[in-house]
């Protein structure tokens, strides 16, 4: 009898440690988020693009927040020239400080460059703001020109506004347009929450 009690106890203690195995949730896995083509197609900026040369350099780009934590591993830029150098600044938007400075180079016009940097983390609901210091762009518009309701939500991004500014010095540019986008910075998004 005695051991008809042990092999019963052994069998439950075995069944009730492949139970919990199995009731496990597996880790989510999350894609990487662009949130460029979303922006664009959402506002009506992909409908008019026209190539600009500019005398002087531009700092240009958008504002942005996150729903949720995540990492930036890449940056994305599509231009219109192949450029030796362009300078991507990640900066606070709320102290206007700078986080991160990237110096790449454009290999091929009018294709994305996707560039690998390390690892920079984005907060839920900090503001950022992504620019680049180009002479070379895109100038994107609706078709009709009107103007853009802020925020507009691609995926996990939340674009706050749009910011330019002609000055080839690394300052935080104060200009904002609700009617274009000075054209094309981005970031591949990794949310990790």
């Known amino acids: 009898m ?37 922006f664009l197609a959402t506002t009506g900026l992909d409908q008019q693009s026209t190539v600009t040369n500019n005398i ?8 942005f927040k996150a729903s949720v934590k995540g990492t930036i591993r890449a940056l994305t830029i599509k231009l219109p020239a192949i450029l030796n150098t362009v300078r991507i600044t990640i900066w606070d938007s709320t102290s206007k400080a700078i986080l991160r400075t990237e110096n790449i180079n454009i290999p091929t016009a009018n294709i994305e460059t996707v560039i690998p940097i390390t690892v920079f983390n984005i907060e839920k609901n900090k503001a950022y703001l ?16 009107s103007i853009i309701p802020y925020p507009i939500v691609s995926g996990s991004i939340i674009i706050t506004n749009v910011y330019y500014g002609n000055n080839a010095s690394q300052l935080f540019t104060a200009y904002t347009t609700n009617t274009s986008y000075y054209g094309d910075i981005s970031f591949k998004f990794l949310r990790t929450e």
């Open 2 to 38: 005695k051991i008809v009690m042990i092999l019963l106890l052994s069998i439950t203690s075995m069944a009730a440690c492949k139970k919990d195995k199995t009731d496990e949730v597996a880790p989510a896995i999350y894609v990487e988020e662009n949130p460029l083509s979303g």
């Open 56 to 63: 002087n350099f531009y700092e240009e780009g958008f504002s």
């Open 130 to 145: 992504i620019t680049m210091s180009t002479k070379n762009d895109y100038l994107r518009r609706r078709n009709n020109n």
